[in-house]
């Protein structure tokens, strides 16, 4: 059973949301704090330089932090106390100075300490009036009551050391959930320590990271200390197509206090939002105006979908536990806004008035990175979408927010996770959900060229989108004016073909949202062939841009690749010549077959006209660095 459930997760909102990098070793006395620089084990003159790190701005001399629990019974609280020192190397290294400390209702941050340390060792300490407390997502939520204290450290220099430190105290028997132990600079050494009734076992797992777990073991009625402490740490390179953070980073995760199985996750949010679920009359009856003319449970759930995803704003109003608990269904419904969870909310909802099962179901999305199943908790989560199991049907996923999302798919980043499906009565069910293969994720162009003697062409073409490539067209296109969709296709057509003039062009598919997308247009090129001892040289090459390969350049490769989806490419040109010229197809037709995928070329002619045809085809989303040479030959041969 767990004990106060929303006060535990109440209290950890800012954190699961800011990605911040938590981590103690005492700072110096506040006395001393502007004279004397002594830390235990760390010899200043002895740290290394440029010379050790010539291809680094910054690194961590120490991360330190230390989380302690204190009190019994009704008054209790937590104490996370973090110190943390930095060397600055050269210019690049001096955003490390700019520092951030995220907090959330029932948090209070105190004793803020910081200052720079000189290569002359000349002392600047920071001071208290600038420390700003702000906003902690101010263009992320439309209001949220998640803040941080920030400031920048003072006299920044190459060589210099900045070192600061704070205390969290935090309402109730808390446990931090989570350390990062790696940064994207390289780390000396980073260490967390708890300290916590002797009669807790705390559930946590270490990932990407073997150290020992340093116990000091106290019987029941004193505290216990655990410490994880890791050394030489290199950075986190950066790659294009590279996991999710979480996913390679070295980091410590906890099960928060009481959880301990999955349907004790699910036993929560069920706590938090199963009456904000609550058919009200006018729920019911906008449900059953919308389903009124449907047969089937399914026919009714499509409607009452695409009216939620058509008609509710994303707008994200998070004060306490409204990171995580809904808002009320009525209440959506009336303000005709809500974030993720408060459409799944109002989905369940709606469903529900007409008898049809919907429940709310928590999400790591793709992007967000792999949950681990193994330790249960909510922290895993950063989004909130529903799930139907219809009789007729193995089940149908709905995920509102996504604007350019037809009924019966989700999103590419909702695609392939395991998510936590939450039942009646709070009972929980991890589910895989299904991910789309290259054939449903489309983009195909067709374009009829007729050539003029004079080497332009006039042009007419459509591009024909299906699945993921559909929808993210649709999300981009959403909040477009027709102005900015006309600008939009300029730029794109003026890529393939400088110059191009664009006469007209129309978009389907949009309302209602349903695949395929199509994109009609016609334009003019004035060059569009090269003209060559009275011939007309058409290179298919100047308009097809692949650019896939200019990203993987790089001889080796730290990171696995991990594509977003597996999608399918197809591109047709008919090409008109103008009368009485002769064709002669220097091209050969081809194709290429490959674990990674699949590429072709076509060609044919028929009296004036010639056909090219080419596609490629990516099959395998996730390339280790093992393979990532025989990935990059798969694409040069393309």
């Given at each position: 059973?767990?004990?106060?459930?929303?006060?535990?997760?109440?209290?950890?909102?800012?954190?699961?949301?800011?990605?911040?990098?938590?981590?103690?070793?005492?700072?110096?006395?506040?006395?001393?704090?502007?004279?004397?620089?002594?830390?235990?084990?760390?010899?200043?003159?002895?740290?290394?330089?440029?010379?050790?790190?010539?291809?680094?701005?910054a690194f961590v001399v120490l991360d330190d932090g230390r989380m302690e629990i204190f009190g019994s019974g009704t008054i209790s609280f937590s104490e996370f106390k973090r110190h943390k020192i930095i060397k600055i190397l050269d210019y690049h290294g001096e955003r490390f100075a700019n520092v951030k400390i995220p907090y959330s209702s029932g948090v209070t941050v105190n004793d803020i300490r910081a200052r720079t340390i000189s290569p002359s060792g000349k002392i600047t300490v920071l001071r208290q009036e600038n420390i700003y407390d702000v906003n902690l997502y101010p263009n992320?939520?439309?209001?949220?009551?998640?803040?941080?204290?920030?400031?920048?450290?003072?006299?920044?220099?190459?060589?210099?050391?900045?070192?600061?430190?704070?205390?969290?105290?935090?309402?109730?028997?808390?446990?931090?959930?989570?350390?990062?132990?790696?940064?994207?600079?390289?780390?000396?050494?980073?260490?967390?320590?708890?300290?916590?009734?002797?009669?807790?076992?705390?559930?946590?797992?270490?990932?990407?990271?073997?150290?020992?777990?340093?116990?000091?073991?106290?019987?029941?009625?004193?505290?216990?200390?655990?410490?994880?402490?890791?050394?030489?740490?290199?950075?986190?390179?950066?790659?294009?197509?590279?996991?999710?953070?979480?996913?390679?980073?070295?980091?410590?995760?906890?099960?928060?206090?009481?959880?301990?199985?999955?349907?004790?996750?699910?036993?929560?949010?069920?706590?938090?939002?199963?009456?904000?679920?609550?058919?009200?009359?006018?729920?019911?009856?906008?449900?059953?105006?919308?389903?009124?003319?449907?047969?089937?449970?399914?026919?009714?759930?499509?409607?009452?979908?695409?009216?939620?995803?058509?008609?509710?704003?994303?707008?994200?109003?998070?004060?306490?536990?409204?990171?995580?608990?809904?808002?009320?269904?009525?209440?959506?419904?009336?303000?005709?806004?809500?974030?993720?969870?408060?459409?799944?909310?109002?989905?369940?909802?709606?469903?529900?008035?007409?008898?049809?099962?919907?429940?709310?179901?928590?999400?790591?999305?793709?992007?967000?990175?792999?949950?681990?199943?193994?330790?249960?908790?909510?922290?895993?989560?950063?989004?909130?979408?529903?799930?139907?199991?219809?009789?007729?049907?193995?089940?149908?996923?709905?995920?509102?927010?996504?604007?350019?999302?037809?009924?019966?798919?989700?999103?590419?980043?909702?695609?392939?996770?395991?998510?936590?499906?939450?039942?009646?009565?709070?009972?929980?069910?991890?589910?895989?959900?299904?991910?789309?293969?290259?054939?449903?994720?489309?983009?195909?162009?067709?374009?009829?060229?007729?050539?003029?003697?004079?080497?332009?062409?006039?042009?007419?073409?459509?591009?024909?989108?299906?699945?993921?490539?559909?929808?993210?067209?649709?999300?981009?296109?959403?909040?477009?004016?027709?102005?900015?969709?006309?600008?939009?296709?300029?730029?794109?057509?003026?890529?393939?073909?400088?110059?191009?003039?664009?006469?007209?062009?129309?978009?389907?598919?949009?309302?209602?949202?349903?695949?395929?997308?199509?994109?009609?247009?016609?334009?003019?090129?004035?060059?569009?062939?090269?003209?060559?001892?009275?011939?007309?040289?058409?290179?298919?090459?100047?308009?097809?841009?692949?650019?896939?390969?200019?990203?993987?350049?790089?001889?080796?490769?730290?990171?696995?690749?991990?594509?977003?989806?597996?999608?399918?490419?197809?591109?047709?040109?008919?090409?008109?010549?103008?009368?009485?010229?002769?064709?002669?197809?220097?091209?050969?037709?081809?194709?290429?077959?490959?674990?990674?995928?699949?590429?072709?070329?076509?060609?044919?002619?028929?009296?004036?006209?010639?056909?090219?045809?080419?596609?490629?085809?990516?099959?395998?989303?996730?390339?280790?660095?093992?393979?990532?040479?025989?990935?990059?030959?798969?694409?040069?041969?393309?």
């Open positions: 059973m767990i004990t106060n459930r929303s006060i535990y997760f109440k209290l950890f909102i800012s954190v699961m949301f800011s990605g911040l990098i938590l981590s103690f070793l005492s700072c110096a006395g506040k006395n001393r704090w502007a004279t004397e620089v002594k830390w235990a084990d760390i010899d200043i003159d002895q740290l290394p330089g440029s010379r050790e790190f010539p291809e680094e701005g992320f939520v439309f209001y949220s009551d998640q803040r941080a204290k920030i400031f920048t450290l003072p006299a920044i220099e190459p060589g210099s050391i900045i070192e600061y430190c704070y205390n969290m105290s935090i309402k109730g028997r808390t446990l931090w959930h989570s350390w990062i132990f790696q940064e994207e600079i390289p780390t000396l050494q980073s260490r967390f320590t708890l300290i916590h009734p002797a009669e807790w076992d705390p559930i946590y797992r270490l990932y990407n990271l073997e150290v020992e777990t340093e116990v000091i073991e106290a019987p029941d009625g004193f505290k216990e200390t655990r410490t994880w402490n890791a050394s030489d740490l290199p950075p986190v390179v950066n790659e294009f197509g590279m996991p999710p953070a979480k996913d390679i980073i070295s980091r410590l995760s906890f099960a928060p206090i009481g959880v301990k199985t999955w349907d004790d996750v699910a036993g929560w949010y069920y706590e938090l939002a199963s009456d904000r679920m609550s058919v009200t009359e006018e729920i019911r009856s906008l449900a059953e105006n919308l389903t009124e003319d449907q047969e089937n449970n399914r026919d009714k759930l499509k409607k009452i979908y695409e009216w939620v995803r058509d008609n509710v704003r994303y707008i994200a109003v998070e004060i306490g536990i409204g990171g995580f608990q809904p808002y009320p269904a009525t209440q959506v419904l009336t303000n005709q806004y809500g974030d993720c969870k408060d459409m799944s909310t109002l989905l369940c909802a709606m469903a529900g008035a007409v008898d049809i099962p919907c429940y709310q179901v928590l999400i790591s999305t793709r992007n967000n990175g792999n949950p681990d199943t193994s330790l249960p908790s909510p922290f895993h989560f950063n989004h909130a979408i529903a799930y139907s199991p219809l009789a007729e049907d193995s089940g149908i996923w709905l995920d509102a927010t996504e604007k350019g999302c037809p009924f019966g798919k989700l999103p590419w980043y909702d695609q392939g996770v395991p998510v936590l499906v939450v039942k009646e009565r709070g009972e929980g069910q991890l589910i895989m959900t299904p991910i789309d293969s290259s054939g449903v994720n489309i983009s195909k162009e067709i374009w009829d060229i007729k050539l003029i003697e004079d080497g332009s062409a006039d042009i007419r073409g459509r591009m024909v989108l299906k699945g993921a490539a559909a929808s993210e067209m649709r999300e981009n296109f959403y909040y477009s004016s027709r102005l900015e969709m006309k600008q939009w296709l300029e730029r794109y057509l003026a890529e393939r073909y400088p110059g191009a003039s664009l006469d007209t062009f129309s978009l389907r598919g949009m309302v209602p949202v349903e695949d395929p997308l199509q994109l009609n247009f016609v334009f003019s090129a004035p060059s569009a062939v090269l003209e060559r001892n009275k011939s007309l040289i058409f290179r298919p090459s100047d308009i097809m841009i692949f650019r896939l390969p200019h990203f993987f350049r790089s001889r080796n490769r730290i990171h696995p690749i991990k594509f977003r989806f597996p999608f399918r490419n197809e591109q047709e040109f008919r090409i008109k010549t103008p009368a009485h010229y002769n064709l002669t197809i220097i091209a050969q037709s081809d194709s290429m077959v490959s674990e990674y995928g699949v590429s072709w070329i076509s060609v044919s002619s028929r009296e004036d006209t010639i056909m090219y045809r080419t596609g490629f085809q990516l099959d395998e989303t996730d390339i280790s660095p093992e393979k990532y040479g025989e990935f990059q030959e798969f694409l040069s041969s393309v």
